[in-house]
C-alpha cells in the first residue's frame, strides 16, 4: 500500500480509531497531534497557539498560499502582511507535505485533504456517524453525561467546520471532497476499517 490517507470526521464517530487501526494494519506512521508538535517546534510557535488558531478560524478565505510555500522565509518572499493563524497553518501545511514526502501514512484531521490535493498517491475518508451514535460515543469512551456530550459535539463539529471552510473555502461536509465516506454507526469502527482495506484493494 503506497497511499497516504487522511482521515476528516465527525466528533464522536470514532475516525481517529480508525485511523489508527488503518497505520496499524499497514505498519505507517500515524499523525494527529503530533503534526503540532512537529510545527511548533520547526516553526518556533508554541505549541498552544495552533490550537487557539484552530478556535478562531471563523471566515472563508482564499487559501491557495497553502500549496508549496516555504514559511519560514516570509519576509523575503512577502508574506509578512499573513496574520498569525494563517502562518501558523502553513507552518502546519509544511510538515503535512514532510511527513507525506516520506511515504505511505495516516493523517487525521488539519485540512490535510486539502493541503495534499495536487498528489497521486492520496486517498481522503471521511467517517461521520449519526448523533444517536456518537452521543453514546462520547459518554461511553469519555465518560461525559449525555447533556455534557451533546454540548462537546455540537462545539467540535462547529469548530472543525469552520476551520475547513476558513483555509479552504468549501464546507467540511462536502462529501465530493473525499474519495470514501463510512458510516461508524453502520458498520462499526473494525468494518469500516475493513472496508477501506478492501477498497484499497490491500
Excluded at 503540532?36 to 482564499?62: H, P, V
Excluded at 514526502?101 to 493523517?107: F, L, S
Aim: aromatic share 10%; proline share 1%.
Amino acid at each position: 500500500m503506497n497511499k497516504v490517507i487522511t482521515i476528516s470526521r465527525q466528533y464522536g464517530s470514532g475516525g481517529r480509531e480508525v485511523g489508527q487501526k488503518l497505520a496499524g494494519h499497514y505498519g505507517i506512521p500515524f499523525y494527529d497531534n503530533e503534526l503540532i508538535t512537529r510545527a511548533a517546534k520547526e516553526s518556533g510557535f508554541a505549541e498552544e497557539t495552533f490550537a487557539k488558531a484552530e478556535d478562531k478560524a471563523t471566515n472563508s478565505l482564499l487559501y491557495s498560499l497553502a500549496m508549496g510555500i516555504n514559511v519560514y522565509g516570509n519576509q523575503d518572499f512577502g508574506f509578512s502582511g499573513l496574520s498569525l493563524d494563517d502562518r501558523i497553518f502553513l507552518a502546519q501545511s509544511d510538515v503535512i507535505r514532510k511527513v507525506a514526502d516520506d511515504g505511505p501514512c495516516v493523517i487525521v484531521g488539519r485540512c490535510a485533504d486539502y493541503v495534499l490535493k495536487e498528489r497521486v498517491n492520496i486517498f481522503n475518508v471521511f467517517v461521520q456517524a449519526s448523533l444517536d451514535y456518537r452521543l453514546k460515543r462520547v459518554v461511553d469512551v469519555y465518560g461525559e453525561s449525555e447533556k455534557k456530550a451533546g454540548e462537546i459535539i455540537l462545539k467540535n463539529d462547529k469548530r472543525r467546520a469552520n476551520y475547513y471552510n476558513y483555509h479552504v473555502g468549501e464546507k467540511w461536509t462536502n462529501l465530493t471532497n473525499y474519495d470514501m465516506v463510512v458510516r461508524s454507526d453502520i458498520a462499526g469502527i473494525d468494518k469500516a476499517v475493513e472496508s477501506i482495506c478492501t477498497y484499497l484493494g490491500e
